[in-house]
């Protein structure tokens, strides 16, 4: 196929952006495996000497209990979004009521909060469970939050099944429990996928109720981790640049194997509107 | 017994009235068919029976016992989707034993009624198959499938040869029909084809507008259809109708449409004497309408002289669009007619099988057999 | 819904009806699930959202101001206060000069590669994932990354210097410049000839810091947008730009005569989104920037967690908070309206 003035124009600028996309990552990758030595403001650009880990292990060993801290905290809490928003949206599409509308209005709106909002009262809150300063209590929080974006995914993704195969499993004598046992949870997996994802990159990444929840730098997740880590004058760059890739690394792999999927699903409109 | 009964049922969403005041008994063994325009309540009417939907008043009956409470699942029913609505992550054998495990039904049986049905559709090799690897054909019988193992009492079908492409639906067909035969069940078919209702029924009931407009078997309805829209809705192509003026007296009637005048034979006269000086809508089928030239030994008819429109040769026939006085209209004669387009033809109107019906009620003016159900409009 | 008429004691046939009341019978053990079911997140989301939002509105009208709760009423003082606050003045200005620049690079960006992509490009596949994986990224760690790219003695200035382009160099994230309309410019005199005076301050111009600020959110989220698009354009019917071209359309007319008009629910979810994240924005100023040379990059996320953790001003705090939640509700009600009407509707 021989290539048009028009086509060499448009792989150029794909090219082009794709560099401009990665460079902060080659920045990254390429200071973290620089020595304390090679690292200098004016050298930002250059190959390192050679492939050394050793910023990659110092962050690392900072790192690595609040990156335990985000998994234990990440992991829950993403299973526990999906099924909530799972039957939310379940509810909402094959068993509306009156008024199921306007529900579904102002739980939406939840989603849109400025969380500044909210935290002082969450804070209060969560003091009287007994559940400020934990990790469960992280859970709960963004569980609660993440009742909006999830139940709007799988209620776009529900309302694309057809309302006849609920209505014959109903004449076949599935209870509405059963309907979604048997029926739509088999067929879920689009949007579970979706979803967690979704909401494993969210709370991955949170910084915000991350650092107002946790106090504890020992049980804080590793967003909160990185920020202290970044902000100190007495750690030096490689490994500050080293840290900034551990701690993203989970959801550079997710995006990486499961991206795909991810797409997909945006892409059929799983978060249209 | 498994007969059904439709008793004043009415169906409102917000202020659309779906189902209107419907009263309707349908004997056990029947293969009733309830057919209408999109929009004329008929699936709204299945879906009361079926108990997908609630009443807004009245009661339905199946067998003796009032439903109008009961869940769909108690029912007795069992309901074939027009898009089949089969599991999509289950095999075939699973979608059609589905039903009969969630209803208790002990492991033996549920395999002995999965493998009867399976022979009697045929489909015994596609038992370990997914929906996904079937044709349009294969899954319909599968939904059929899985209505059958569950022995109901009533069989609901909503257009379910609406899917498949036109070869597969007159196949089809006729297997409904013996498939009816066999099991001697009830069974209540929607569709908006008239052509299905009439070649399935053993009645047929015909909605407008959430109303009943009149039940009877095909011939009634084709032979004596009780008001103006179930004349032009049975039979195909479409019956023609012209406005006319009753004139003349009891021995001499005749109808005077604006296009040509006609006289009308002592039979039918009789019923049309109240109305002589008023207009009535006159009817006649396309297949009553023959060249003057080519005219069928035993019948009777009268001419009139219309211009040739466009002409379509079917083989068996040929249809003539007519224009009479400004006004169009359909025949179907003899293919050997030398009718052209753009020239004159005479035909002649078989007046035995006229139809006349009131110009403000719409119904049918006459003897009417087979039960006609509340007024049009 | 549906209306039911009353019952009549016995039904039309003789046989009798049993008499329970008209709500219970539509109370079907299957209802009563569903609503089992959905009730946990609804009074979560009534606490939690509504509850708290409230409880933030009473503080925001109270004189809590150190670490001893206040409640007592002092009606709108504290917003008052807060409109006079220089501080607050300068995010207000940061916020609409980063929304507009953010969300209008980020759709056009968004747009231009959706549309180089959506010409069967081999390897369409990998260049999208390119250019979305910033999305999967926390904010702090772009924050992070571009604080060092952006860095004056560094970085991108570096390479403009390799590249002999020394002359473009920029004090991007630390240059405190406003740039607005002056007072003895001549804009400026007219402005205050017709009254309109206080529009030549730096409080209505744009704070060039900013613009780093902007680089690295576009960065972040440009992706986002590129996948609206391109699944926008793919719903495109085949059948329409191909009349297009053979009336005699060039690509450029075609984009925007057929597709952009079409694309327009896109772009308007797409402003909903990104605008709601911009006024909410605070990691990434957290890690990057924080508040600036003269509050140049400040926002009001971060005033309000500075004013009430470490100041204890938990009123002025919450005043914040209600200010940013008011502007947010002018731009996601209406879409929230308009977008559930247009569903009903289909």
Known sequence: MTLSPTRIAIYTLLFVFAALYLMPIYVLVVTGMKSFTEVGLDRMWNFPSGLRFDSFQEAFDSLSKNMGNSFRMVIPATIASCFVGSINGYILTKWRFPGSDIFFFFLLFGMFIPYQSILIPLVQTLQHIHLYGSLWGLVLTHVIYGIPITTLIFRNYYAGVPTELVEAAKIDGASIIGIYTRILFPLSLPGFVVVAIWQFTSIWNDFLFASTVTSNPNTQPVTVALNNLAGSYIVEWNVQMAGALIAALPTLLVYVFLGRFFMRGLMAGALRG | ?377 | MDSEAAPTAETARGLPRLSVPHFIRRLTPERITSLALIVPSAIAVAVFVYGFIGWSALVSVSAWDSVTPDYSFVGLDNFKELFNNFRFQADIRNTVVFTLLFVTSCLLIGLFLAALLDRHVKGEGFFRSIYLFPMAISFIVTGVAWRWLLAPRSGVNLLLDHAGLGALKQDWYTDPTVVHITSDSRLGEALHAVGLGSLASPHFGIPLAMISVVIAATWQMSGFVMILYLAGLRAIPEELTEAARVDGASEFQVLRRIALPLLRPVTLSAMIILGHVSLKIYDLVVAMTQRGPGFATDVPALFMVETTFQGSHFARGAAISIVMLLSISVLVIPYLFWSLRREARV
């Open chain 2, 1 to 377: 017994m498994a007969r059904v009964f439709y008793e004043h049922v009415t169906k409102r969403f917000g202020d659309v009235v779906a189902v209107n005041d419907l009263t309707l008994e349908i004997p056990d063994k029947e293969f009733l068919v309830l057919v209408g325009p999109s929009g004329c309540g008929k699936s709204t009417a299945i879906r009361l029976l079926a108990g997908l939907e609630t009443l807004t008043e009245g009661d339905v009956y199946i067998g003796d016992r009032l439903v109008n409470h009961v869940p769909a699942k108690d029912r007795d029913i069992a309901m074939v989707f027009q898009s089949y609505a089969l599991y999509p992550h289950m095999s075939v054998v699973d979608n059609m034993a589905f039903g009969l495990r969630m209803h208790g039904t002990p492991r033996d049986e549920i395999r002995r009624r999965v493998r009867e049905a399976a022979q009697i559709l045929g489909i015994e090799d596609l038992l370990k198959r997914k929906p996904a690897q079937l044709s349009g054909g294969q899954r319909q019988r599968v939904a059929l499938g899985r209505a059958i193992v569950r022995e109901p009492a009533v069989f609901l079908f909503d257009e379910p040869l609406s899917n498949l492409d036109a070869k597969l639906r007159v196949q089809t067909r006729t297997e409904l029909s013996k498939l009816h035969e066999r099991l001697e069940t009830t069974f209540i078919y929607v569709t908006h084809d008239q052509v299905e209702a009439m070649t399935m029924a053993t009645r047929i009931a015909v909605l407008k507008d959430g109303l009943l407009q009149q039940v009877g078997t095909p011939e009634d309805l084709y032979f004596r259809p009780g008001n103006v829209f179930v004349g032009g809705f049975i039979g195909s192509p479409a019956m023609n109708f012209f406005d006319a003026v009753v004139k003349g007296t009891a021995d001499q009637l005749y109808l005077d449409t604006q296009a040509f005048q006609i006289k009308v034979p002592s039979g039918k006269a009789r019923a049309l004497v109240p109305y002589i000086g008023e207009t009535v809508v006159f009817g006649i089928r396309p297949e009553d309408i023959h060249d003057a030239e080519f005219l069928p030994a035993h019948v009777r008819a009268e001419t009139v002289g219309a211009r040739v429109d466009v002409t379509e040769m079917m083989g068996n026939e040929k249809f003539l669009h007519l224009i009479v006085g400004g006004q169009r209209c359909l025949a179907r004669v003899d293919p050997r007619t030398r009718a052209r387009a753009g020239h004159e033809v005479q035909l002649a109107f078989d007046m035995d099988h006229m139809h006349a019906f009131d110009a403000q009620s719409q119904l049918a003016i006459g003897a009417a057999g087979g039960s006609t159900a509340s007024a049009s409009r």
